[in-house]
């Protein structure tokens, strides 16, 4: 029996050498086990950084704990004055001016050089939310958001996936990326479903090392791979209703799920929420950051049990922790304290994000005040330096800049073929009646609803801006109506958005769903189709033609009642740039073998879950039909 709580947390979550995959499609966990010593060794005994730290002033360690985002830096110049060690493009800090790709790279190439004009030389690490491919970046091959890549239950494809997201953030000269998120949304009412690849904790477990591995490359000095960050560590998709904090300033709107509280015994908190990390860790996923949301009670920011004990300590995380941003902010106490706190628990850098000369000096004040002992800002500081120097950014006479022949592999056509692969398998078929589906090139396609010719709206959240936004966002995209356009042969293709104009045609497609949202917005208490969706259906309907539902939205969307009027359903998810991919599965030159990666509700009964009692849905987890 584990005599202790870290103990029992850490036991059995396999880390080395364990059975990680349930099944044999899951075939990276093996081989991911198997390098998780190395890595782990290759940190642990490297003694550069150690040597380093000792040589470095206390302001200089502190600036390597510090990260700002990019729209909070005053000015490059205080790269150097507060030594700082990291920047970060949070959702809706890009360069200025304007989007662009050269602009992106620029950007990144004069913040370093700056960096590198300290005087201890010492890089900074450059981090962005590439959650489904380098999405901010416009032009970015965007990749199907992870609800997507867990239907298609393919490790080796979201390796591959996270290999090309790799290439692409370093094409900008970026070296580190928040990903893989590892939640395990157990209510799709929270708005960040779409950021998890399933509910079960096996599906997560079993992609997470291939995740890590695509993005991180074949250890961590790749030049092509970039630093993986696992998130939000722990038990962000197992919040409570209710239990989310609406913030100052933002009105009525009311986050029942988002940065809450997760309130599980041991037991059930490690078998859920856990099981991603044991596979992150054992692929050597080199950073982690902490939830905003909290574990009975206590926040993970300012958790020592969660963070030193279990993470450092039981599950021997060597690598470094990156707060959520400004989750140190919500903690407790004046400012003064809150960074007391989260340092004290195991915070190694702090995404502050904007008044870095305030937290550089209060938590000087606070180890002069003996409130934060030495060891620990030598630890911080000698965990992120190690990943440094692992990943070969304190080499001298490796080029720091951006590696310009990067550039012709950004969202490339090869690329862009890879994330059609992943949009292919993605989708899930959960009825098709008279064998509607597949379409033949022949005849007359209507295709109507306001996810059909919407590059936005298929790409979701995290897509150009924070939230997403529906429309032209970006370029070299396809929209799903262009897609099946591509596809469609001899068949004639017309389209409405409102669903008119239907009658004669052989079949209708309608493409419904969500429109963009992330963080926050995303909280839905009703997961009904919207008025325009119904209106569309009822106007498809009208026209008596076959209708085939395809649902692009980041879950399961409460259907019930259209079910029976419509003769085929498919679930899209959030499939990204490419839009051929959804056409490739409706006209047949893919068999859909996309499989649920969440229980699908009947009603409004939105948090059931495969395994619990009374479990009556509309499709289970896992269901899936083909041709
Ligand atoms: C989100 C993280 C994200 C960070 C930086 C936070 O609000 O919770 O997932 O990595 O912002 O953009
Ligand atoms: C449930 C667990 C279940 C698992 C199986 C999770 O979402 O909460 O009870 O064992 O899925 O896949």
Request: charge should be negative; aromatic fraction near 6%; hydrophobic fraction near 40%.
């Amino acid at each position: 029996m584990p005599s202790s709580r870290r103990e029992f947390l850490a036991e059995s979550l396999g880390l080395v050498g364990a059975s990680l995959a349930p099944q044999e499609i899951f075939s990276k966990a093996k081989e991911a086990a198997a390098a998780a010593e190395t890595t782990r060794q290759l940190l642990r005994e490297d003694s550069r950084a150690k040597q380093l730290v000792s040589t470095l002033t206390l302001e200089e360690k502190i600036g390597q704990m510090a990260q700002v985002d990019n729209s909070f830096l005053r000015s490059a110049g205080d790269i150097e004055k507060y030594h700082l060690g990291s920047i970060l493009s949070g959702g809706d800090s890009h360069p200025k001016p304007g989007d662009s790709f050269e602009a992106w790279r620029d950007m990144y190439d004069h913040y370093q050089s700056h960096a590198l004009k300290t005087r201890p030389r010492i890089p900074i690490l450059y981090g962005i939310d590439a959650v489904h491919g380098d999405a901010h970046v416009i032009g970015a091959t965007v990749f199907p958001h992870n609800i997507g890549m867990g239907a298609t239950r393919n490790a080796d494809l979201a390796e591959k996936e996270q290999r090309i997201t790799a290439i692409e953030i370093r094409a900008t000269g970026i070296q580190w990326a928040f990903a893989p998120c590892l939640a395990v949304p157990q209510d799709i009412r929270w708005g960040r479903t779409y950021e998890g690849l399933s509910e079960s904790p096996d599906v997560v477990k079993a992609i997470a090392p291939a995740a890590v591995h695509g993005l991180q490359g074949k250890g961590f000095g790749d030049p092509l791979g970039v630093l993986a960050c696992a998130k939000h560590f722990a038990g962000d998709g197992g919040t409570a209703f209710g239990t989310g904090v609406p913030k100052a300033g933002e009105g009525s709107l009311h986050y029942p799920l988002d940065q809450g509280d997760t309130r599980l015994d041991d037991a059930d908190f490690h078998r859920i929420h856990l099981q991603g990390y044991g596979g992150a860790l054992a692929a050597g996923v080199g950073s982690i950051m902490p939830s905003y949301s909290g574990w009975n009670g206590v926040k993970s920011s300012a958790s020592y049990t969660l963070l030193t004990e279990i993470l450092k300590g039981a599950m021997g995380f060597e690598g470094f922790l990156i707060s959520d941003y400004a989750a140190a902010k919500e903690l407790p106490g004046s400012e003064k304290q809150q960074i007391e706190t989260a340092v004290n628990s195991g915070m190694d850098m702090v995404m502050i994000p904007d008044d870095y000369p305030k937290f550089t000096r209060l938590l000087r004040e606070l180890v002069h005040e003996g409130r934060v002992k030495t060891s620990r800002i030598d630890d911080a500081a000698t965990r992120i330096l190690r990943v440094k120097f692992a990943m070969g950014l304190m080499d001298p006479n490796r080029s720091l800049l951006a590696d310009r022949s990067l550039a012709k592999e950004f969202g490339s056509a090869a690329h862009r073929a890879v994330a059609r692969q992943c949009v292919r398998e993605s989708l899930v078929l959960l009825k098709n009646e008279g064998g509607v589906l597949p379409l033949t090139k022949g005849g007359r396609i209507h295709v109507a609803g306001k996810n059909a010719d919407n590059v936005g709206n298929q790409c979701g959240g995290w897509t150009v801006t924070w939230q997403g936004k529906s429309g032209n966002i970006t370029t070299g995209a396809t929209t799903i109506l262009e897609g099946i356009r591509k596809a469609a042969g001899a068949a004639q293709v017309t389209y409405s958005r409102d669903g008119s104009g239907a009658s004669g045609a052989d079949v209708a497609l309608a493409f419904i769903g969500e429109t963009p949202y992330a963080e926050m917005h995303g909280d839905r208490t009703n997961l009904d189709l919207d008025a325009e969706d119904r209106s569309t259906i009822q106007n498809l309907k009208q026209a008596g033609v076959p209708v085939v539902v395809v649902l692009v939205s980041g879950r399961p969307l409460i259907v019930d009642s259209i079910l029976p009027q419509v003769d085929a359903l498919v679930a899209a998810w959030l499939p990204g740039s490419e839009g051929e991919g959804v056409a490739d599965v409706l006209f047949g030159k893919w068999k859909p073998s996309g499989k649920l990666p969440v229980t699908w509700p009947r009603g409004n009964s939105t948090s059931l879950h495969i395994g619990d009692p009374g479990y009556e849905t509309l499709f289970p987890f896992g269901a899936g039909l083909s041709y």
